[in-house]
Structure formats: C-alpha cells, structure tokens
C-alpha cells in the first residue's frame, strides 16, 4: 500500500479484535511517530505505550468519547510540554499521530484519537512529570471488522476538492 492509498482508505476503527499486536508492529508504529516532523525539529513528545488491559480501561473513562481505548491492543499517550507555550507543539503532536496512524493502516491495524478531557486523573494513572501535558492519546488493534481494508470509500464522506480549495486568494 502507497501512502496516497493509505490517505484514501484510512477509517477510524473503534471496535477491535481481542488480539495483541506483534511487538515488531507495535515498534513500527512508534517509530513512525518518532520520525514525524517538527517545528524546528524540537521533536517535543514522548509517548506511552500502554497494552495493560486494566490501564487502557481506566483511560477510556478520562474522555467523553474514549471508550475504544478499552478495547485496544495498544493505547498511546501523546505527552509534550504545554502546547501554550508554543503554538506549533500541538500541530508538531498531529504529525507524529497521522504518522502512526498511518504506518498502522499500512501494517493491517486500525485506529482512532481520543482527546482526554481529565489530564490530571490520567497524570495519576500513568505518572508523567507536572510540566508535562497529555491531550490526546490514540487506541490501536487489529479492526473488530476487517473489510475496513476492503470496503471502497464512503460516498459523502469528503467534501469535494472545489468546496475546499481556493486558488491564490479567497
């Protein structure tokens, strides 16, 4: 699969099998988020890979609609300094999850972002450093129904080009 492909296939998958993911898949998951660009490569993120059952439960409930971490293989928390401080730092942390999510779909294994609307309580379960922030974390595994990989694009599901696009002014 090329990546234009993988842009045009992509689905956010919240249903997951009960199946753990390889540990070479899981490294190139994140190596791919490792090797995302960033505003003046600072490079500002960390991640926590977390495949405990019991964790991934527990972060599921820090967000209205986190839920399918529960069911991932593999739960990553995006950490990176206060996105205050620098304006780039949450785009920097966009990059490194569309990487990620990329490699996934390339690799057979589903995902989707979960914002995190309680940082504190996921601060207490997964113990980063106070000056260190957590917003978004994303859950993976292979997809509960596999013709995601097969299915042809939703009609509808993009709005066209022209509605989007606007050549050399507004």
Same mark, same amino acid.
């Given at each position: 699969?090329? =990546? ?8 956010? =998958?919240?249903?997951?099998? !009960?199946?753990?993911?390889? %540990? %070479? ?34 972060? &599921? ?53 979960? &914002? ?22 994303? &859950? ?5 129904? !596999? !013709?995601?990989? &097969? ?20």
């Amino acid at each position: 699969m090329n =990546v234009l492909e993988a842009i045009r296939a992509k689905r956010a =998958v919240r249903q997951f099998q !009960e199946r753990a993911l390889p %540990d %070479d898949v899981v490294r190139a998951i994140l190596n791919a988020g490792r090797r995302a660009q960033s505003s003046k490569n600072t490079q500002p993120w960390h991640f926590i890979a977390i495949r405990d059952k019991a964790i991934l439960r527990q972060l &599921s409930e820090c967000g209205e609609w986190a839920g399918h971490l529960a069911g991932a293989a593999l739960g990553v928390a995006l950490i990176s300094p206060d996105p205050k401080e620098k304006f780039q730092t949450m785009f920097d942390l966009g990059q490194a999850a569309a990487y990620m999510q990329l490699a996934a779909w390339e690799l057979g294994v589903g995902s989707c972002l979960a &914002s995190i609307y309680q940082p504190e309580r996921v601060r207490e379960i997964l113990g980063f450093p106070e000056d260190l922030h957590l917003r978004i974390a994303i &859950s993976f595994g292979y997809p509960l129904n !596999e !013709e995601y990989f &097969s299915a042809p694009p939703r009609k509808g599901g993009r709005k066209p080009i022209e509605e989007i696009v606007h050549w050399d002014h507004w």
